[in-house]
């Protein structure tokens, strides 16, 4: 079955460290995104990347980091410098930019 | 920049009632427009989506019109269920590459 994984589930983060958060799928699409929910709010968009080796800023970038070195994995590291990174981020797949976006299962990060 | 509109929340409604979700847009070019549903805990499902003026998209009883000339997008159902308890999220997308998703709204279906 095609599809979208995050993991893990729920991570817990401690003061000034930085976690890494995965996100990998075969669906064979070029776009990916990473998203922050926050509870009865939309998603913000943090970082995209519409092409291997190749990543665009989002609406709330700072104190996060990603990388695209393969075209199925697109992992998103919250910094020590994001000082209220406790929130459900939520990774998503497309086939080209305009087309319908397939979502992971999310991951519910809280600091300890 | 662009962005997305949707009715405030929550909605709370009786079981075979008449449900609309309103959502408007503002935005360059030509976007797509879609109607997402997150269960609790979960992630997004698309539930319809059109891509042009004057399209319907529909699904699991759920429609919507794409309306060019007053830049809505708006998710009708004419009998709603208990299992459409649900948030309900309208989005676009341009050619840029950057998708706008409104804030969400929250219905509750009472038996």
């Known amino acids: 079955d095609g599809g979208i994984t995050q993991s893990p589930k729920y991570l817990f983060r401690k003061e000034g460290q930085n976690v890494t958060l995965s996100c990998e799928q075969n669906l064979n699409h070029d776009a990916m995104y990473w998203y922050r929910q926050d509870p009865g709010q939309g998603l913000r968009l943090i970082y995209y990347s519409q092409i291997v080796n190749d990543f665009q800023k989002g609406d709330i970038a700072e104190g996060y980091s990603v990388s695209r070195e393969k075209k199925e994995s697109f992992p998103l590291t919250v910094t020590s410098a994001q000082k209220n990174p406790t929130a459900f981020y939520l990774c998503?797949?497309?086939?080209?930019?305009?087309?319908?976006?397939?979502f992971g299962p999310g991951t519910r990060l809280l600091v300890l | 920049g662009n962005s997305v509109t949707q009715m405030e929340g929550p909605v709370t409604l009786s079981e075979e009632a008449f449900l609309t979700i309103n959502c408007t847009y503002t935005a360059t070019g030509y976007p797509s427009l879609f109607w997402y549903v997150q269960y609790p805990g979960e992630g997004l499902q698309l539930l319809l989506k059109a891509t042009k003026a004057d399209d319907k998209g529909s699904n699991k009883g759920f429609e919507a019109t794409y309306r060019k000339e007053t830049t809505s997008f708006h998710l009708e159902k004419g009998s709603v269920q208990v299992s459409d308890s649900a948030v309900y999220f309208c989005?676009?997308?341009?050619?840029?590459?950057?998708?706008?998703f409104g804030d969400g709204t929250t219905l509750t279906v009472k038996p």
């Open positions: 998503a797949s497309s086939s080209t930019e305009q087309e319908t976006q397939y």
């Open positions: 989005a676009l997308n341009t050619n840029a590459g950057k998708s706008t």
